[in-house]
């Protein structure tokens, strides 16, 4: 590019036709609803009152606004600190991809591309809606291998793609250099627009559904009584208000901390550039499809003739917006040397333009978080506390769907998809601190771009919590991961082994810790295996009388009016009957329950238990996580070793299965040892107050393979808010006759009259190589008869199988009206099945049962019976 010569102007008044709006236009619009026109010489004054308040007018704001008006809110109020869209909406790149790994995030983009197709028709305000399509780039079969399992994900979804060669790319764009391509990935429906355009365009559809908009207002706090937003306070004077909505972007994380009770945003801003070019000699038009070269980290999009490329570099600069307003945050100096490296790699994929001259170097804020997912839904801590942002440089991509989903969870209770990977309450407070965003995110950015293979861990922010033993068992080999801000023990490296080369392995094949897990499988299957399972989240539950027990039995569709001592496992689900927690209760005493539930659910489990706890009762609710170290000794010889420890017979007949009680091991007073193991192995489940059986340590990728071919569901992954007991085949932990209307009772009522319409199934394939084929991993299409009937959720290598277990839930396929909608046992076994694995099918058997049982009643009637007749069965 010639010699970086930029012109001296602005941005070019036609990027941004809807940056400074038509003042006439809006207050013939708009009317008394709030925006002044130049000539005023006094801002419309703020209503003392409100239902709703929305802080931030960029496109999410805007969006969430536009959805509550929608669905009939009245009294909403949308308050932007400086002009509307003025912030990183006024600078957006513009581009509507729907390639996104996630499938919640996925659906958020097709939604949001739809909305912005009709907005014009809608509002008559031109959007600048170019479906133009996207090409994602591979420069190496590991990209593409990544690419093609997209795809499948993107088919899942009804999101039409293709997977095409280097030669058709060339066909569909004619700047892109295709000499180092193995292949791509082709979205036809992704689009580019005019990001200020569309927000003023939703602006205009929610002001005349009656939304009150006002510039110029900057919220100072908002105000909290008794857990419960009241109103907000503005350097215009006060609103009271029954809702709040952050949608401040950048800001969010201190506009949380400014509520009277502080509210965790955890988003980091980051610098984020892109280059525009003076229009070409031959210009390109503008249906030419969007570049997104993955390997090259940069992306790609015409611009008036010419074209807009901008990037996720490896080194990040971080933004501090303690303290500045928006206008100082805008006024971010070009950057040359910083973007070098993208420059490069956009003149490598398209040569040609080295001769194009460059109209200007654009740098703007954009929000991130530290697991690059958005964050939406309600706060923990403050009720009618709603947040909508940290885009991770998608918010134009999101902001329709985010705002949609959003705006269902206020007015219904939870929206109409499953979004637990984008909820707010998936972090916890260790994960909000500013000094832990600065790290992070400066790792996140590089990441939306970088080849991410199965079981990928992030590097930064790491040891925020570790159990009691993590040093002891470091020593040992333990090789770690993270779970919910927790460091887990994945395998334990034997000595002599590279641990280097194992830290370093990624691959969408055979990993190579792959004998390492098999060596501890076998041991917790033949010997005993000891597991630091201190992360699972762990509550204590008490009552003077016995309001804990009538709690429990409201919230948990199992019964939990048991006798002393015993464990029942049990989901507390919500009124459409899906899990909103999964987890084990031991009733310690009459009125004293402790809970234990995954990692990941501490927040939201608690949050789910305080919303139904009466404000003025007895009930005492105590987060004893960090209390106690929990061990979890599995394997057929657990019991000889804690008996040979404790002096005291741990035989069925004495310690019955989900059982518990406390006792002495060793020289340790006051365990609680539970019969239990979370896996179906034999064994123990120690919780340890913190103060010559060929024993080994395990990690969680043993524990994963040892559920998995046990056929149990784990929330989060396999279990959510819309799947039902009935669904996966858990009825027997519901007892609909226990004496109390739980939460759930009639919609499961219903199901179990009229059938399910999914199920949760195993499969086990049966024509995969596991040394050279491509791995299963999750989100895989599942086939019947040639039908797409749903996809997987997890999967395993089975070392008992020696056979990959995928699970995964089916419905029946749409195509034929006439067809069942109910999915029977009949309907299960008559079909043939395939697994998808990167566009590859894979014959697969379907059990309603797990196949390691039928295995294990085998292997005992012939020893050495093969694999090879066991399939024949």
């Not at 280097?166 to 580019?192: F, R, S, T």
């Not at 040639?786 to 029946?812: D, I, W």
Request: with cysteine; aromatic share 10%.
């Amino acid at each position: 590019m010639r010699g970086c010569v930029r012109s001296s102007k602005a941005l070019a008044p036609a990027m941004f036709p809807r940056l400074l709006f038509d003042v006439h236009r809006w207050g013939s619009l708009l009317g008394r609803r709030g925006l002044a026109s130049a000539g005023e010489p006094q801002p419309t004054p703020l209503p003392s009152q409100a239902r709703v308040v929305i802080c931030g007018g960029g496109i999410v704001g805007s969006s969430v606004a536009y959805h509550l008006a929608k669905l009939g809110w009245k009294d909403v109020v949308l308050l932007e600190q400086g002009r509307l869209g003025a912030g990183t909406t006024r600078l957006c790149a513009g581009i509507v991809s729907t390639a996104k790994h996630i499938p919640i995030e996925s659906k958020m983009a097709d939604y949001s591309n739809t909305l912005y197709q009709q907005l014009e028709q809608e509002t008559g305000v031109k959007t600048g809606y170019v479906k133009t399509g996207s090409l994602c780039l591979a420069q190496n079969q590991d990209r593409f291998i990544s690419l093609k399992r997209l795809a499948s994900r993107l088919k899942v979804l009804g999101i039409p793609c293709d997977v095409i060669t280097p030669k058709q790319v060339a066909e569909l764009h004619p700047l892109v250099n295709i000499h180092d391509l193995v292949g791509a990935v082709h979205v036809p429906g992704d689009a580019v627009v005019s990001p200020p355009d569309v927000n003023h365009a939703l602006v205009v559809a929610a002001a005349k559904n009656g939304v009150q908009i006002h510039e110029h207002t900057s919220v100072n706090h908002v105000m909290v009584q008794k857990g419960h937003v009241t109103g907000v306070e503005t350097d215009r004077g006060t609103i009271d208000c029954d809702y709040f909505v952050n949608c401040a972007g950048q800001w969010a994380y201190e506009l949380g901390l400014s509520s009277e009770d502080p509210v965790s945003v955890p988003v980091h801003a980051c610098e984020h550039f892109y280059l525009l070019t003076k229009p070409l000699e031959q210009p390109l038009q503008p249906h030419a499809p969007v570049v997104m070269d993955l390997d090259g980290r940069i992306y790609v999009r015409a611009w008036q003739g010419g074209v807009l490329s901008g990037g996720f570099e490896k080194n990040p600069k971080p933004i501090f917006t303690e303290g500045r307003s928006q206008l100082e945050i805008q006024g971010m100096q070009e950057d040359w040397d910083h973007f070098e490296p993208m420059l490069s790699a956009l003149l490598r994929r398209m040569p040609s333009l080295d001769s194009c001259e460059i109209h200007q170097l654009i740098n703007w804020p954009e929000s991130f978080t530290p697991d690059m997912r958005c964050i939406m839904g309600e706060t923990q801590t403050v009720h009618g506390y709603f947040v909508l942002g940290g885009m991770n440089s998608s918010g134009l991509s999101f902001a329709g769907g985010g705002g949609r989903y959003l705006a269902e969870w206020m007015t219904y209770g939870y929206p109409s998809e499953n979004v637990w990977p984008l909820d707010v309450k998936r972090f916890g407070t260790l994960q909000s601190s500013r000094t832990f965003l600065r790290h992070r995110v400066m790792e996140v950015m590089p990441l939306l771009y970088e080849l991410k293979v199965p079981r990928w861990d992030f590097q930064t922010g790491r040891q925020l919590r570790t159990s009691p033993l993590y040093d002891r068992l470091d020593t040992q080999g333990a090789r770690w991961m993270e779970k919910h801000g927790f460091e887990r023990a994945k395998y334990f490296v034997p000595s002599g082994k590279d641990l280097l080369a194992l830290d370093q392995s990624k691959t969408f094949y055979k990993p190579d810790w792959f004998d390492i897990v098999g060596a501890e499988v076998k041991c917790c299957k033949e010997a005993v295996c000891v597991v630091d399972m201190s992360s699972f989240t762990k509550f204590e539950l008490s009552s003077s009388g016995d309001q804990a027990l009538e709690l429990l039995q409201r919230l948990c569709a199992n019964d939990l009016d048991v006798p002393v001592g015993h464990i029942v496992h049990t989901g507390m689900l919500n009124h459409r009957g899906g899990y909103e927690n999964d987890c084990s209760v031991v009733r310690l005493s009459k009125n004293r329950f402790f809970i234990i539930s995954p990692s990941d659910q501490q927040v939201h489990c608690w949050s789910w238990i305080k919303q139904h706890m009466p404000s003025d009762s007895q009930l005492l609710l105590e987060d004893v996580t960090w209390k106690y170290t929990a061990l979890n000794v599995i394997g057929p010889r657990a019991m000889d070793v804690l008996s040979e420890l404790s002096y005291v017979p741990l035989t069925p007949d004495h310690f019955p299965s989900l059982f518990c009680k406390e006792m002495s091991v060793g020289y340790a007073n006051g365990i609680r040892v539970m019969s239990m193991t979370h896996t179906g192995e034999p064994g123990f489940m120690l919780y340890i107050p913190i103060e010559k059986y060929g024993i080994r340590n395990s990690g969680y990728y043993a524990l994963r393979s040892l559920r998995i071919e046990k056929f149990f569901a784990f929330w989060g992954q396999d279990l959510d808010a819309f799947t039902t007991p009935l669904e996966c085949g858990r009825e027997f932990r519901v007892k609909f006759d226990k004496g109390t209307e739980f939460i759930g009772r009639e919609a499961l009522l219903q199901q179990r009259q009229v059938g399910v319409r999914r199920r949760f199934i195993m499969f086990l394939l049966e024509d995969h190589n596991t040394e050279l084929d491509l791995w299963p991993w999750w989100g895989e299409p599942i086939y019947r008869n040639e039908e797409l009937v749903g996809v997987t959720s997890s999967s395993a290598y089975s070392y008992t199988l020696e056979r990959h277990v995928c699970l995964g839930f089916v419905k029946p396929p749409q195509t034929d009206p006439g067809a069942p909608t109910v999915v029977t046992a009949d309907f299960i076994n008559r079909g043939e099945y395939e697994v998808e694995i990167g566009g590859h099918r894979y014959h697969a058997k379907a059990k309603l049962y797990p196949f390691s049982s039928l295995f294990a009643q085998q292997r005992r009637r012939k020893d050495d019976m093969e694999f090879s007749s066991f399939q024949g069965k």
